[in-house]
């Protein structure tokens, strides 16, 4: 009887695990199109129902980017139009053309992750424009925190306050958010470490538009880390059911095997003595040894195979103990970097609150000029082959290859030096000011 490798069972289970799952998205990335300059993740694995486990595609896993033609060049089956396409629709892409190359049978299985989108680019009355690296979530705000702030003219005195003030803005939400997603991965951490099917939502997360959001995210890798574990113990316990079977059936065996050997002994002892009496002839008594040597060897061969397959089921419960116990060392290792995180993002928060009060009372305390109206944000953004303006606020999601262009209303002529400064997103009371853009 053959008996698989449970390492062969393990190792299949965890890249069957590892090709389901993909990175977590914003949720706008479930239909994103790709692009050209976005870098994907590309893995294919194929069921080889022969060796009864799953083959890796090696020469097809890796990063790949979007070339300027729109497709992405893969090795053995050449280049495979991307552009315009969502990840799930370039996986299966990738799965057809592999299928038909290789004369496959059934159609490997494809995943695809977008792991560097293609960049945004600032313009405007900022500090830094150009070209960034996008990242998920990102707002407008945060995006002209990137490049530098708001742009002022050094003859501004409220300078400090238009720059500074947004920097430490941008770096607050990021704080914020960062500590919000901090907050929802401690509480699934914590529901798995309990055993429990459900996250309760922390309290800081319940008055949070995005709470529920963060929630579900979480609440998603929690099921899929669960049905992986899952998958991999009931590997273990299949192995472990085999190996009680075949030491069921060696037992049986032997049963028969030593019966027979009592029996091929006795008969010997027989012809021995009628040997020895010159009533019966020797050959038939060296037939009978013979026999007897081939029961006791199996006798033997029986007892081995049953030790063998007793270790073999006590290195599958080891298994299976070892694989729960790192998964709870696992846990309680994010949870310690978790809380860290939580404090350093609650310490980032607060001396960016410190940062902006600052920047405002210095500001106020400069300024002699008065700002006319709050800057205006418009939002480029390029859609299967058309281009379109999106008027955008401060809270507005930009998406990879946006231009968000920055206007600011330059100061009125005249404007008096103790005049009150606006916050952002406050109605200015003159119309038509005129703007500075680089």
Known sequence: MQNPSILKRLAAVALLAASCLGAALPAWAEDYRLGAQDKVRIKVVDWQAGEKQLYEWIELTGDYSVGADGAISLPLIGNVPARGKTPGELATAISDLVKTRANLLIQPSTSVEVVQFRPIYVLGDVDKPGEYSYRPDLSVLQAVSIAGGFFRPPDVANMRLGRDTINAQGDLDNANLDLRRMLARKARLEAEQAGATTIAVPDALKGSPDGPALIAAEQTIMAARRDQLKAQLT????????????IASLDEKKTAEDQQLDNAMRELKSISGLVNQGLALSSRQFALQSSVSDAQAAVVDNATQRIRAQQEMSKAEREGIDLQQSRKTEIEGSL?????????????????RGLIQEAIATGRSDAT???????????????????????????????PGDVVRVTIPMPLPGASSGAAIPQAGQPADTQGAPSQTQ
């Open 235 to 246: 590997a273990i316990a299949g192995l472990k059911d085999l190996y009680t079977k075949e």
């Open 336 to 352: 310690r970097d978790t809380a860290a995180a939580i404090e350093q993002d609650a310490a980032k928060i607060a001396t960016a």
């Open 369 to 399: 000029q008065q700002i006319s109206a709050p800057p205006t944000y418009t939002i480029v953004r390029a859609a299967d082959g058309h281009t379109s303006r999106l008027q955008a606020d401060e809270g507005t999601a930009v998406q």
